[in-house]
């Protein structure tokens, strides 16, 4: 769990790779295909938030630190290469991968939470993690790239909306999730004095997460309704 919340060269070129020389392309041409296939090469960013959750569990907070600093790098990225992108093809407003992140629903929700479930168990049953991350990346990839497109388009308004609005709705579902499943797996310390730090940090980080989709899920229910 340790390794997940380090930045590395390996991490850095795999999100260079999938978020600039496929997830964008793949929006751009809008090709579902292309987009699948970087969602099949950046299942790194499933360990740095998986491990945050983790951080947030045990009251870890060295390994909290680690794990955020590396989780905003994993979202910097793809932001940053797509708002390169955006000097140099317009906004590619005509593809429907581009449109539907630029839609927002409750659903989105769900799916969110599916992913961060699915992403805490491959790690508390310590299965692969290949597939689980490929179902991740979907939910954050793609939305960043889009929001780091509108942001060089000077779409502001429009930017923080659904493009912004989605990638924290599926952040912190991620979180939330997460964090449930660490909990209900007993994943704990053992020294009594860290089982307390443990517990007051899950119970916090548990209700501003939740708070944090509760939120935007109002937010959501607005822009919809």
């Given at each position: 769990m340790h390794s997940s919340s380090k930045t590395s060269v390996n991490y850095i070129w795999m999100?260079?790779?999938s978020a600039g020389g496929v997830a964008t392309a793949g929006i751009v041409k809008d090709s579902a295909a292309i987009v699948i296939g970087a969602m099949v090469i950046a299942p790194?960013?499933?360990g740095p938030f998986t491990a945050l959750s983790f951080a947030a569990t045990?009251?870890?907070?060295?390994?909290m630190k680690n794990s955020a600093m590396t989780s905003l790098y994993g979202l910097a990225i793809p932001i940053g290469i797509a708002i390169i992108f955006g000097f140099i093809f317009p906004l590619p407003i005509n593809s429907d991968e581009f449109f539907a992140r630029t839609n927002i629903e409750l659903m989105d929700i769900v799916v969110a939470l599916a992913a961060g479930t699915a992403g805490a168990m491959s790690f508390a049953k310590r299965v692969s993690e290949a597939l689980v991350g490929v179902m991740v990346s979907v939910a954050l990839l793609p939305p960043?790239?889009?929001?780091?497109?509108?942001l060089c388009a000077l779409e502001f308004e429009q930017a923080l909306t659904p493009p912004l609005l989605l990638l924290l709705v599926n952040i912190s579902a991620i979180l939330c999730s997460a964090i449930i499943v660490f909990w209900t797996?007993?994943?704990?310390?053992?020294?009594?004095?860290?089982?307390?730090?443990?517990?007051?940090?899950?119970?916090?980080?548990?209700?501003?997460?939740?708070?944090?989709?509760?939120?935007?899920?109002?937010?959501?229910?607005?822009i919809q309704f």
């Open positions: 999100l260079v790779l790194p960013l499933i045990l009251g870890d907070y060295k390994l960043a790239v889009v929001l780091g497109m509108m797996s007993r994943i704990q310390p053992i020294n009594w004095s860290e089982i307390q730090v443990a517990n007051t940090s899950k119970t916090y980080s548990l209700i501003a997460v939740s708070i944090v989709i509760v939120i935007l899920a109002v937010l959501i229910f607005i």
